[in-house]
C-alpha cells in the first residue's frame, strides 16, 4: 500500500485529507511539525509528501529543501497565499505540484493517486506545457516549440518567472527577486541584458515571433 506523509497544522484540513486519501486505499501518516518530516522520509517508505507551507516551525519551503539534499521524493505543496503559490512554482523548491487552500480532498487525493501512478524515477521529469512552452522546474530546462532551450540560470529563471502566469506583467524589481534571490548586486539593467539574450535564444527557434513583450515603465510579460 502506498504512504503519504502529510504535515499540517490544521487538524480539521489534515484529518479531511487524510479520511479522502484513506478511502482511496492510501496509507496515510500525519505530522503537525515541519521538523517531524525529515526523519520521517529518511526512515524510508514514503511514497509523497504533502507539505503545508505554513507550519508553526519551519516553513513548508525549508523543509522541501532540505528534503531535497536527500531525497526526490515527490512533494505537494498545500499553500493559503497566491504569493506561496508563486514561490512553489517559482524557482529551484523542487516542488513537484500544489494545491491552493481551500481546496477539496477528493481532488487532492485523485492528484496523489496520478502520481503514485506514474513509474518512479520520472517523477522529477515534470514537463507542464504553457503554449508553446514547456517547463519543467524540477529539472530547470525550458523547451520552446519542441526545442530544448539553452538556457543560463538566469535566463531560465526570468522565463519560469513569465511563464508562471503567461500576459502578466512583472516588473523588474520582481523578476530580479525571482531571478536573484540572494545576490544582491544588479540592477535594473541586468534584467534587461538577460531578457535580450533570452530573446536572442529564442529568435534562434522562431525569428518571425517575440514571445516576450516589452511594457515600458513597467517591465516583460510573455505571450505564449
Ligand atoms: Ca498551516
Redesign the pocket.
Known amino acids: 500500500m502506498p504512504k503519504v506523509l502529510i504535515a ?3 487538524v480539521a484540513i489534515a484529518d479531511a485529507v487524510m479520511y479522502a486519501l484513506r478511502s482511496e486505499g492510501i496509507d496515510v501518516e500525519h505530522c503537525l511539525l515541519g521538523g517531524d518530516v525529515l526523519p520521517k522520509v529518511r526512515n524510508g517508505g514514503v511514497d509523497i509528501v504533502i507539505l ?1 507551507v ?2 508553526p516551525d519551519i516553513s513548508g519551503f525549508d523543509v522541501c529543501r532540505e528534503l531535497r539534499r536527500f531525497s526526490d521524493v515527490p512533494v505537494l505543496f498545500l499553500t ?1 497565499r497566491a504569493d506561496e503559490v508563486d514561490r512553489v512554482l517559482g524557482l529551484e523548491l523542487g516542488a513537484d505540484d500544489y494545491v491552493a487552500k481551500p481546496f477539496s480532498p477528493r481532488e487532492l487525493a485523485a492528484r496523489v493517486r496520478a502520481r503514485l501512478r506514474r513509474p518512479h524515477g520520472i517523477a522529477h521529469q515534470h514537463w507542464r506545457q504553457v503554449g508553446t512552452f514547456e517547463v519543467d522546474i524540477d529539472g530547470h530546462r525550458i523547451q520552446y516549440r519542441g526545442q530544448l532551450l539553452d538556457l543560463t540560470r538566469y535566463e531560465f529563471a526570468l522565463l519560469a518567472a513569465l511563464l508562471h502566469r503567461p500576459g502578466a506583467i512583472m516588473s523588474r524589481a520582481q523578476l530580479m527577486d525571482r531571478a536573484w534571490q540572494d545576490n544582491g548586486d544588479s540592477g535594473d539593467r541586468t534584467v534587461d541584458t538577460h531578457i535580450k539574450t533570452l530573446r536572442a535564444k529564442l529568435r534562434h527557434i522562431a525569428s518571425d515571433v517575440d514571445p516576450i513583450q516589452t511594457h515600458r515603465g513597467l517591465g516583460y510579460s510573455v505571450v505564449v
Open positions: 499540517e497544522d490544521e503545508d505554513g507550519l493559503a
